[in-house]
């Protein structure tokens, strides 16, 4: 197995306190990058980056809120202070509830997009000079299976926010190319801390047995995709969607994030 070192570059994870966003910014840690955790949970991104350190990634906590413009603007300072600059950003920030369209309101819809969606464009434009004028960079934006069919968990505005996401990279793929790549993951259902403590055997055992593989989704596996397109191994691919969900979309129950 060709080993993945990414010793010497600077990765910025967003939404990187928890779940699948702490995952990522560990595995990219593991494989050398420095990295830099940013989100608007100020103690708990703390907690994590520290965590982290104790485990031998070399780390830096940024709290920020990614739909604030000002805030990225300083997290992408603070990066490139504490570590020179930015090679690999991942944005990972984001989510929604599960209204129905019937429930769903206008500030509801409008933070979804705003989060999901213009969270990205914030972070990408921020990040974006520096690659360019280095020119070396890799962008992961983490869509969801919602983004590829219609999501089961999440509303309409999830929905449509992730299906944005799709659009925006494959965009900003050819317009930054071939400086910087552009590509996105895909996760289904996945195994996150929050996720197990609210539901139940009976349908986690429904829910796995719909997937071809037979199991939910681990922050592992997100993980692995992420660091993939992040390093050397995908250096032919931009504009790509990694689909992570154990061949959920194959099946006619849509099992989707």
């Not at 070399?58 to 930015?86: L, Q």
């Not at 552009?182 to 055992?205: H, K």
Request: net charge negative; with cysteine.
């Amino acid at each position: 197995m060709v080993p993945i070192d990414l010793d010497g570059d600077t990765a910025i994870v967003t939404g990187a306190a928890q779940g699948i966003g702490r995952g990522i910014a560990a595995r990219l840690g593991e494989a050398g990058a420095n990295v830099v955790l940013a989100d608007v949970q100020a103690d708990k991104v703390e907690e994590t980056a520290g965590d982290l350190a104790d485990e031998g990634a070399t780390t830096e906590a940024v709290t920020c809120d990614v739909t604030d413009p000002d805030d990225v603007g300083a997290m992408v300072e603070a990066a490139e202070e504490a570590f020179g600059s930015v090679e690999i950003l991942v944005n990972n920030a984001g989510g929604a509830g599960g209204q129905s369209l019937q429930e769903l309101e206008i500030d509801a819809w409008r933070d979804a997009l705003t989060l999901n969606l213009t969270g990205t464009y914030n972070c990408t434009r921020a990040v974006m000079p520096g690659m360019l004028e280095r020119e070396r960079g890799r962008i992961v934006n983490v869509s969801s299976m919602a983004g590829r069919n219609v999501s089961v968990n999440g509303g309409a505005h999830y929905t449509a926010a992730k299906w944005g996401v799709i659009g925006f990279t494959k965009h900003a793929a050819r317009d930054l190319a071939p400086d910087v790549r552009v590509n996105a993951v895909c996760p289904g259902g996945t195994l996150t801390p929050l996720l197990e403590e609210g539901i139940s055997d009976e349908w986690r055992e429904a829910y796995a047995s719909r997937v071809p593989l037979g199991r939910l989704g681990h922050v592992e596996d997100q993980a692995n995709g992420v660091l993939f397109l992040a390093s050397e191994l995908s250096a032919y691919m931009t504009g790509t969607v990694l689909e992570i969900d154990g061949g959920g979309q194959l099946t006619k129950g849509r099992t989707v994030e």
